[in-house]
Each structure stands twice: as C-alpha cells, then as structure tokens.
C-alpha cells in the first residue's frame, strides 16, 4: 500500500520477535568478534558520551570542572552480549540493568560482569538494592551488570 508499511514504501516490515531472537541467539558466540572486525565503535562512543555529561555537569554545578560523578542506574535496552555495558560500568555506582531479545547473547554479557570476566566488577550488592526494578522485570530476558 501507499505511504505504510506496504511493499512500496521503502520501509521493512517489523520482524516477531521470536524471529529476532533466534536470529541474534544464532551468532551469539561471534558477534563481538564480527563487530570488531568491522570497526564497530558505537559502545566506545555510548561510553565517552556518557562520561562527557557527566564532566559537564559536575563542572556546571561546582564551577570548577574538576571531579566527576557517576550515574546511579543505568538501563541498557538492547544490549546484546553488553558491549556499551563494559564502557559504561565504571561511570555507574549501581545497578546496570541489561535487556535484550537474544538469551545467548545475555549469556555472554552476563560472563562480561563478573570479577573475571571483561575485567569489570560484580554489582551483586548494588542490584539487591534495587531488587524492586529487578522483580517488575521478572520473567524477561535481563541481566544486571
């Protein structure tokens, strides 16, 4: 049809997502490698964006530009095996919270966060306080950083 989602209109119809899901759970295992290959740089820059707002705001609110704060909380929508995650962690002093379609791709992302793996720390401690937001996503694929 015209100007929908009809075959015309340039637009891609939107896929199930079991369909998604079983897409990204079947190249779970080389996505990062893949994405590095190609240069893949968006998670670095999620990273540095992030920790630019903070200098900027902590240098608006004391004036002198020195210090950084750190987010309380972060929700990474789509995280795939935690790839912005591992860039963000040191600029949060809580709970990430990671969902995503792709199960295997959690698998790894999960791995990602603990003491020994992608050289990021454990937030066990951060994510019971906040275990209220980890109930209402009860039952969802998620992950907590």
């Not at 900027?56 to 995280?79: E, F, I, M, N, Q």
């Amino acid at each position: 049809g015209e100007g929908g989602n009809g075959s015309g209109s340039g637009v891609h119809e939107r896929k199930d997502k079991a369909f998604v899901a079983e897409l990204f759970d079947s190249f779970a295992g080389t996505f990062d490698d893949k994405l590095k290959s190609l240069e893949y740089r968006v998670p670095g820059l999620v990273g540095e964006a992030a920790e630019a707002f903070l200098s900027s705001k902590s240098s608006a609110s004391s004036g002198k530009g020195k210090g950084k704060g750190t987010y309380r909380s972060v929700l990474d929508a789509g995280c795939g095996t935690g790839l912005a995650g591992r860039h963000l962690r040191p600029l949060v002093s809580g709970p990430m919270v990671g969902v995503d379609a792709s199960r295997k791709m959690l698998d790894i992302a999960e791995k990602c966060t603990t003491s020994t793996g992608c050289g990021l720390e454990a937030a066990a401690a951060a994510a019971k306080a906040h275990s209220a937001l980890l109930r209402n996503l009860r039952g969802r694929h998620r992950v907590t950083f």
